[in-house]
Antibody, heavy 123, light 109 residues
Framework: EVQLVESGGGLVKPGGSLRLSCAAS????????MSWVRQAPGKGLEWVGR??????????DYAAPVKGRFTISRDDSKNTLYLQMNSLKTEDTAVYYC??????????????WGKGTTVTVSS | SSELTQDPAVSVALGQTVRITCQGD??????ASWYQQKPGQAPVLVIY???NRPSGIPDRFSGSSSGNTASLTITGAQAEDEADYYC????????????FGGGTKLTVL
């Protein structure tokens, strides 16, 4: 069964740091492009960023609100995706989902989603 | 532009057909994908590409596109289709980013 399981969420003070993990199973993780998507309470989905597979360069892209503060990485030996979040702001409060990324010539989609982990930034 | 625009809310009578739309410049170059999200649950992919359904998605869900507008059509809406629906595509500005629409709350009456 293809599965993504996020962990690492919690309560953190503004300015603090947190690292989220996403454990993948049921597919060849090393070949997958992966994204993080977040959803603030009562709001819509927001793309956070993505990492390509190492064979495709392993490069990362980030949404403007998190660029310079968040870092996405992967450990293919552990089938795990990470999101390092620094300098956290109250507006980063959200449920964070990891997803698989399929980026084709004329279309893009997120095939598999985890159940999410909740991050609350509050003093 | 990197934005995708959706109507905030749409309603449909049980068993009738409903179309949910998504507008944006990026849709002139890329097909939208569509996600269904029920309260307290993660989103689920329902349509991708020109009109492709993942395994397990009922065939009452279909997708189409014209110009800068993508549409998700539910033919014969069921009570369990009541949910939030989001469109998504690659940003066409060349920055390799991804964009989501603001979401449409579908109510089945």
């Amino acid at each position: 069964e293809v599965q993504l399981v996020e962990s690492g969420g919690g309560l953190v003070k503004p300015g603090g740091s947190l690292r989220l993990s996403c454990a993948a199973s049921g597919f060849t993780f090393s070949n997958a492009w992966m994204s993080w998507v977040r959803q603030a309470p009562g709001k819509g989905l927001e793309w956070v960023g993505r990492i390509k597979s190492k064979t495709d360069g392993g490069t990362t892209d980030y949404a403007a609100p998190v660029k310079g503060r968040f870092t996405i990485s992967r450990d293919d030996s552990k089938n795990t995706l990470y999101l390092q979040m620094n300098s956290l702001k109250t507006e980063d409060t959200a449920v964070y989902y990891c997803t698989t990324d399929l980026d084709e010539i004329y279309y893009y989609y997120m095939d598999v989603w985890g159940k999410g982990t909740t991050v609350t930034v509050s003093s | 532009s990197s934005e995708l625009t959706q109507d905030p809310a749409v309603s449909v009578a049980l068993g009738q057909t409903v179309r949910i739309t998504c507008q944006g410049d990026s849709l002139r170059s890329y097909y939208a994908s569509w996600y269904q999200q029920k309260p307290g649950q993660a989103p689920v992919l329902v349509i991708y590409g020109k009109n492709n359904r993942p395994s397990g998605i009922p065939d009452r869900f279909s997708g189409s596109s014209s110009g800068n507008t993508a549409s998700l059509t539910i033919t014969g809406a069921q009570a369990e289709d009541e949910a939030d629906y989001y469109c998504n595509s690659r940003d066409s500005s060349g920055n390799h980013h991804v964009v989501f629409g603001g979401g449409t709350k579908l109510t089945v009456l």
